[in-house]
């Protein structure tokens, strides 16, 4: 039986997990690939700090060249995250002519293109299933499954911070800061949140997604990005009074010969398929031309559920049946949508002073703007004499929604900031 | 660039759809495969049908030899589904070395196993992704994607027309009849429908999933399959009422080192993650020890989904990335359990006399029996003086529940059949 060997960089919660399963699933993985896949080298900056696993002394370094020169390793997982250094030491990996295997969403987002073209030229494999919804095989299925596909859309919910705060808002009442708290207190959310709940994590995501999906190769500033800061809970509510439940939601969707690329807290009817998606969970829809409307679910973070996608590429490398990443319809889009552009329905929330004549003098805003509106909600006062008023447009451009509210806010009527929401149907 | 012959078997529905993706994307599979996929014979016994799609004569034979006897043609495409003459096709196949691509479930859960092997010894590959959930890549995932799991659980809804069927009768409240007209007249039904209402297709692609994902060999009989036909649309609305909705359920599950393997109509709480797939639509969960539960979700039939899974076969089998089916999972696995000892929570509708003291004497066999009741619902009379009663059970064991039903159903209180339900929580 063939071994291959394993190195890997970064001794932390999921490479802690990957090292207890490959020691422990050693003989499973035999009989269910053919090959023995030894772990031969762990790399860290701090050997010392305590994990829940045990690695043997001779298994360990602080030289990441003890890595990348050993022509004895077949495969280098790289698990430190980030851009650099973990970019550097990628493409050293697959210039010596090994197999890489990365969890890292922020530098494939950022140079995945670069990295896949040398690995092609290299021909070595890139396994990255891990980047984008844990333990969900949807690299798998994006660029196996829905081979024969022409794509329409992939949107979801790919970032499970931003969901468990949500599902706490909605199912408890909690205030965003609230919910915030205890995800940080369950380690769901970091010390500094700013790049889950910003939007930017589900923006990384979303450009692998695309890449894949659509041969999009947008950078990730190039992607839409509102976080959920400033949902109040009381649009969970009235959204919920409404039918609807509120998703930070990712969204890749061809629109003519652009791609929309946009990450933002976004209204779905409640019996959507993801509306009921709860807590940490993540849900990814990939609609193709063939194979139609598809949902993939599951843990999108996590130790073991990341380990399990680590693992599975290990696998497919060891076996030599991970092959180049290849696009198929990068033809077919010539650009990222510009923003302004795109059109979908909206939920506004104003906050008006109780005088006769407010609501008249918004619709005649909303209409200058050629914005039709859906229904209308006049909700009890909140605070003193603030009454907030709920409006559902139909669809509409962005530019114009935008232009209106700008122009709403600056009524004398109003007090505080206008909410404003998109719909997806 | 290397140019991959192909040979088709059954100019069927789905056989027009591979035909025709394969013709109409030859470029795109190029860019995306880096290999000229041809289609180079097409073999039925009928080639006079009018079909959706124009092949070229020279293309078209009635002659299955041509295509297992070609030494030019690298993949046999099997769609003419059944066990007689698929089997001995797709075995002469394998022998001449071809690479094998099939949609049949019937044949896989009957000798799946003795195909994989055959076809590990010659070194060829089958692709079997179209026989269970259409253009859902469930059998990637179990192979590729949990290849580190050890799973606890497969179970869903695999079966579009009775998913049809029971989603008629709960959204319009029409009788089973009914609804199983509207399903034949839509072309999700067989004018036969017998392999479908009555679980055996479930049966069948529950066999594929399990041997997959447990190793577990099992003959389709050997899984206990219940049909859809006794649900009444009573069941429905009563079940309904309770907060549950009724699906025909698939599942297998690890009960130490047994495997469930049972396909019957089940109740399911409103929110749980598959209670609202609707219509044709598939949703298979897969619970494994790292990777969590996981749910996958799509259009289980249809000529394009299922040409898309057919395609995404070839593919890979062409590029030559498609492996053996390999299981680790047997030795875990001791054999299937007997349903008799299956423990579970019931829903028994009772139709009664309206006479007093019947419930007395239905709650004193239940208690012989060691079934405790979690609720009891008299309902409004249906014909004359018959009264429905709904219990829920706790868990109990499934031949305690057999005994106490057809003890029931001798007391002369009783009128008309006793209606049973498991449920799954």
């Not at 997990?17 to 490959?22: C, H």
């Not at 969890?103 to 290299?122: P, S, T, V, Y």
């Not at 919804?133 to 660029?143: D, E, H, N, Q, W």
Request: charged share 25%; net charge positive.
């Amino acid at each position: 039986m063939k071994t291959i060997k394993v190195g890997l960089i970064g001794f932390g919660t999921i490479g802690s997990g990957v090292i207890k399963v490959l020691a422990e699933r050693r003989s499973w993985l035999k009989e269910k690939s053919g090959l023995d896949i030894e772990l031969a080298l762990v790399c860290d900056k701090d050997l010392k700090a305590r994990r829940p696993v045990k690695v043997g002394k001779g298994l360990l370094t602080k030289d990441v060249g003890k890595i990348l020169y050993n022509p004895e390793i077949n495969i280098v997982v790289e698990l430190i995250g980030g851009v650099h250094p973990a970019k550097d030491i990628i493409l050293e990996a697959i210039r010596q002519g090994k197999g890489v295997v990365t969890a890292n969403k922020a530098l494939l987002a950022e140079a995945g293109q670069e990295i896949f073209e040398i690995a092609a030229k290299c021909g070595v494999a890139v396994g990255f299933e891990a980047s984008v919804g844990g333990g969900i095989p949807i690299i798998r299925a994006l660029k196996d499954g829905f081979v024969a596909n022409r794509l329409d859309a992939i949107y979801g919910i790919i970032n499970g911070t931003t969901n468990f705060i949500l599902t706490k808002m909605e199912d408890e009442g909690l205030d965003f800061k609230d919910a915030l708290r205890i995800a940080q207190a369950k380690g769901y959310a970091e010390a500094n949140p700013a790049l889950d709940i910003s939007g930017r994590d589900s923006a990384h995501k979303l450009a692998i997604l695309a890449y894949l999906g659509f041969g999009a190769a947008a950078k990730p500033d190039a992607v839409y990005a509102e976080g959920i800061k400033d949902i109040d809970r009381a649009d969970i509510q009235y959204a919920g009074e409404l039918g609807y439940a509120v998703k930070l939601l990712a969204i890749a969707k061809r629109s003519g010969d652009r791609l929309e690329m946009r990450v933002h807290p976004t209204l779905l009817k409640k019996d959507h398929l993801i509306a009921n998606v709860k807590g940490v969970y993540n849900a990814i829809v990939v609609k193709g031309d063939l194979a139609g409307e598809q949902l993939f679910y599951g843990e999108g973070a996590g130790r073991y559920p990341t380990a399990s996608a680590v693992i599975s590429d290990i696998v497919d490398i060891a076996k030599g049946v991970a092959g180049p990443v290849r696009l198929g319809q990068g033809r077919l889009i010539k650009g990222i949508a510009d923003m302004d552009k795109i059109r979908s329905r909206h939920y506004i929330r104003l906050s008006c002073a109780d005088k006769p004549g407010v609501l008249k003098l918004i619709a005649g805003v909303l209409a200058r703007h050629r914005i039709s509106i859906a229904s209308v909600t006049q909700k009890e006062k909140l605070h003193g004499r603030v009454v907030p008023i709920v409006m559902m447009t139909h669809e509409a451009l962005e530019s114009a929604v935008s232009g209106a509210i700008k122009e709403v806010a600056r009524l004398s009527a109003l007090k505080g900031k206008v909410v404003r929401i998109r719909i997806e149907d």
